[in-house]
T-cell receptor, first 110, second 118 residues
């Protein structure tokens, strides 16, 4: 049982480039989330999904897009990378009050 | 909107001693859940302890216990007999007890970095 798998673990992007952070879970959880973690700021919610085909904005959605075509996958898209998007990104899923986090993606935009 | 405040950016403790990490929160809800997560240098988010607001008894998990004061909206974590492996960032988090939609999101504090000295 792999839980929540995020790829890649590390990535360096140039300003203006685009990329997709992948997130897959094998627990059949309906709820999935994307957070970003900045030093000294805790984790902030970017987007969340309550099931396949349903997504909604969180606290800091600007510059990001998501899709949820299947229960398992919840990719996060950065269209025009900016230095402000340098962060560690976490994907998570939940069932009831049990939350499972991926191991994170450290993204640097230069 | 709910907010979670961790007022101690950094704490240190001697090995085998006891340390308490503070967390306060603001909410108008009466039913909710509170969590403490540990994040070691590996970045993995590890659940330490969870408290349901409707339960008056403080949650305990081995060396970890909480002091939940609902009226004061306080949720502190006590680590007894600290070990070197306890060194990590600790996050306090809140989840609404209401159903559906954004109610299931976790709202995090900024974290407390715990150092354990040998």
């Amino acid at each position: 049982n792999a839980g929540v798998t995020q790829t890649p673990k590390f990535r360096i992007l140039k300003i203006g480039q685009s990329m997709t952070l992948q997130c897959t879970q094998d627990m059949n959880h309906n709820y999935m989330y994307w957070y970003r973690q900045d030093p000294g700021m805790g984790l902030k919610l970017i987007y969340y999904s309550v099931g396949a085909g349903i997504t909604d904005k969180g606290e800091v959605p600007n510059g990001y897009n998501v899709s949820r075509s299947t229960t398992e996958d919840f990719p996060l898209r950065l269209e025009l990378a900016a230095p402000s998007q340098t962060s560690v990104y976490f994907c998570a899923s939940s069932y009831s009050v049990t939350y499972t986090f991926g191991s994170g993606t450290r993204l640097t935009v230069v | 909107a709910q907010t979670v405040t961790q007022s101690q950016p950094e704490m240190s403790v001697q090995e085998a001693e006891t340390v308490t990490l503070s967390c306060t929160y603001d909410t108008s809800e009466s039913d909710y859940y509170l969590f403490w997560y540990k994040q070691p240098p590996s970045r993995q988010m590890i659940l330490v302890i969870r408290q349901e607001a409707y339960k008056q008894q403080n949650a305990t998990e081995n060396r970890f216990s909480v002091n939940f004061q609902k009226a004061a909206k306080s949720f502190s974590l006590k680590i007894s007999d600290s070990q070197l492996g306890d060194a990590a960032m600790y996050f306090c988090a809140y989840r609404s007890g209401n159903s559906g939609g954004s109610n299931y999101k976790l709202t995090f504090g900024k974290g407390t970095l715990l150092t354990v000295n040998p």
